[in-house]
């Protein structure tokens, strides 16, 4: 029974490129939540997802940055025109069907970006 | 101000001693706690919540909470080098949903066999 599954673990780009990260979820879990730790920080929340659906984006920066969760394959985390300040580890978590607190978050080992 | 605070260590404790984490937050508000234990290049996993003033206790993990004093801290009784790895205090506030935790940047705690 595989995890949440994050790919690629480690990405470099260099500024102004894009970012596309993965993730997904448990098997049985329809809900995505993708949080950012930046370095000596702790992680925060960027953004939940159900399928096809944006649920709470109230964490993601206003621009450059959009997430989705199709209906089928993995949810993506996108960043566009990357800066430095885009280098972080970018963790993705999914919780079951109807199930959406702390307690029922599983996450994944998180994807390294690196701006050079 | 962060809103949780945790030292970053490393604390370093002998093999079979009790290791001592602690956390502060600064939202009143909070009310929800959660420890999560990180190995390097791993995942974070959840490992005690706690909601209410006290002790909890799990296994060798012992929660404390005193919303008065805005602490949370965990013990680990009987610490076993497995136990080396950084350990996030996390936080859910009030008004928030309960998907939406705000994390510390972690103590990393390491036993010496």
């Known amino acids: 029974n595989a995890g949440v599954m994050q790919n690629p673990r480690h990405l470099v780009r260099r500024r102004g490129q894009e970012a596309r990260l993965r993730c997904s979820p448990m098997?049985?879990?329809?809900?995505v939540y993708w949080y950012r730790q930046l370095p000596e920080e702790g992680l925060k929340f960027m953004v939940y997802?159900?399928?096809?659906?944006?649920?709470?984006e109230s964490g993601m920066p206003k621009e450059r940055f959009s997430a989705e969760f199709p209906k089928e394959g993995p949810s993506i985390l996108r960043i566009q025109q990357v800066v430095r300040g885009d280098s972080a580890a970018y963790f993705c978590a999914s919780s079951p069907v109807g199930m959406a607190g702390a307690n029922v978050l599983t996450f994944g080992a998180g994807s390294r970006l690196t701006v050079l | 101000q962060k809103e949780v605070e945790q030292n970053s260590g490393p604390l370093s404790v002998p093999e079979g001693a009790i290791a001592s984490l602690n956390c502060t937050y600064s939202d009143r508000g909070s009310q929800s706690f959660f420890w999560y234990r990180q190995y390097s290049g791993k995942s974070p996993e959840l490992i005690m919540s706690?909601?209410?003033?006290g002790d909890k206790e799990d296994g060798r993990f012992t929660a404390q909470l005193n919303k008065a004093s805005q602490y949370v801290s965990l013990l680990i009784r009987d610490s076993q080098p497995s136990d080396s790895a950084t350990y996030l205090c996390?936080?859910?506030?009030?008004?928030?949903?309960?998907?939406?935790?705000?994390f510390g940047s972690g103590t990393r705690l390491l036993v010496r066999p």
């Open positions: 996390a936080v859910k506030r009030d008004e928030d949903s309960s998907y939406k935790l705000i």
């Open positions: 997802l159900q399928k096809e659906n944006i649920i709470d």
């Open positions: 706690i909601y209410s003033n």
């Open positions: 098997k049985g879990h329809s809900h």
